[in-house]
């Protein structure tokens, strides 16, 4: 079964703590990985599509990052302004279908 | 940059009513998308339009239907709303299906409650 799975659920920073959220899949064909960031009472907001490992795609103080099993989104010296949810997202082989993971929430404190 | 709109934001419906949801894109986009987000799980495909005139199912479609009216809109409607159905709805669209692998685009959301 095509599963994407993120971790943490939930995490705590304090402003400048750099961290990684992580996104594993177990799908057939992977044709592109995507992640969004999702603001309270909004819609997801693209920020970038990865398509084969070794990849690496960077906007501000975000970088994401690709291999086979799994995709990181390393965030450096984050801000409050970064605090929302992230969402990870697998297509497959075929039509554009795409497989959500649940997300991990994140709060930066000042 | 209007991109993917949404209508109502919000609503409230009593179980059996019924109701459309609509979609609108400024994006020249030829795909466009119902999903459904609900607490602790993740996005989920309700039915997908490749192109105008085309209508396909999704992961969740039981209890929708959905139209294809133009390039630019697609609706979604409950017949007999359910309580099941209270969920937060979203829309979207890309420039291309098939096997393209352009990102989609989101609207900000239907918040509809079903008492």
């Known amino acids: 079964e095509d599963q994407v799975t993120q971790s943490p659920e939930a995490l705590r920073l304090q402003e400048g703590e750099s961290s990684s959220l992580n996104c594993s899949y177990t799908?057939?064909?992977?044709?592109?990985l995507f992640w969004y960031r999702q603001d309270p009472g909004k819609g997801p907001e693209f920020l970038f599509t990865?398509?084969?490992a070794g990849e690496e795609k960077e906007k501000e103080r975000l970088k994401a990052t690709l291999t086979k099993k799994e995709s990181f989104l390393h965030i450096t010296a984050p801000k409050p302004e970064d605090s929302a949810t992230y969402l990870c997202?697998?297509?497959?082989?075929?039509?554009?279908?795409?497989?959500f993971g649940t997300g991990t929430r994140l709060l930066v404190s000042p | 940059n209007a991109g993917v709109t949404q209508t109502p934001k919000f609503q409230v419906l009593k179980t059996g009513q019924s109701m459309t949801l609509q979609c609108a894109q400024d994006?020249?986009?030829?795909?466009m998308y119902w999903y459904r987000q609900d607490p602790g799980m993740g996005l989920r495909l309700i039915y997908y339009?490749?192109?105008?005139?085309?209508?396909d199912k999704g992961e969740v479609p039981n209890g929708y239907n959905v139209s294809r009216l133009n390039k630019r809109e697609f609706s979604l409607r409950l017949e007999s709303a359910a309580p099941s159905q209270t969920s937060v709805y979203f829309c979207?669209?890309?420039?291309?299906?098939?096997?393209?692998?352009?990102?989609?685009?989101f609207g900000d959301g239907t918040r509809l409650s079903i008492l």
């Open positions: 994006m020249n986009h030829n795909s």
């Open positions: 990865l398509y084969s």
């Open positions: 339009s490749a192109s105008e005139g085309t209508t």
């Open positions: 799908v057939s064909g992977l044709r592109g």
């Open positions: 979207a669209s890309s420039v291309t299906g098939g096997y393209s692998n352009q990102p989609q685009h």
């Open positions: 997202a697998v297509q497959m082989a075929g039509f554009q279908k795409l497989v």
